[in-house]
């Protein structure tokens, strides 16, 4: 298990690849406005300028106003949970279902959904809240931690894994990252490499999973 940076490392596996982009629209705890306008600063927005990616989200109005704009036009209205009905052709050499997973009320719908879109080599890159990671517990110690508007649900390396397997996809790795806010922390330095010494109590989950495998 390591830990690194999730965008820098999602792109390098990305790159020049086909795409399906789950959650695209990001910053789901934020109102519409505010995912509108953070657009640039979006994975969704990285990965366009390296690979030929569709996105699919269920922010109708995010994705109207992206389309009317010209901020994207490889958006999708779709529910995660409901990929049967969102219009997808073919197979993809990468999914990437970034912080989306825990809002889910049925993961494992998006699961059964994933199976169209992927082949024996599609890699599924899967980024979560980690709920063994460090900082999150410190914080429930001192009656800090705060869960996000949307999340239902939390996981760490044992039942991400069940999940998957549950649905027909094995394991390739599981590390941790960190995220883009966490680089503007004033301690990041230190925590960096802490957690480069001890990996499994890093904060976000890194897994990579592939059907059949």
Known sequence: MVYFFKDAKILELAKGKRVLHIGCVGFADLPTT??????????????????????????????????????????????????????????????????????????????????RVCNERTSIVITTPHSFGLLSFLKHCLGRFVEGNEHVMTFNAQNIENLCARHGFGIVSIDTCYQKHAMTQRMFSAGKLFFNMFPRLGGTLFVVARFGS
Do not use: C, W
């Not at 990285?46 to 989200?57: E, I, K, N, Y």
């Not at 901020?71 to 009905?85: D, I, P, Q, R, S």
């Open 34 to 115: 505010d995912r509108i306008a953070l657009a640039n600063e979006s994975l969704h927005y990285a990965l366009s300028r390296v690979a030929d990616v569709t996105g699919v989200d269920y922010s109708r109005d995010a994705i109207d106003y992206f389309r009317d704009h010209g901020v994207f036009n490889n958006v999708v209205y779709g529910n995660a949970e409901k990929l049967e009905e969102t219009q997808l052709e073919g197979t993809f050499d990468v999914v990437v279902v970034g912080d989306i997973v825990e809002h889910l009320s049925n993961p494992g719908l998006m699961f059964e959904g994933l199976r």
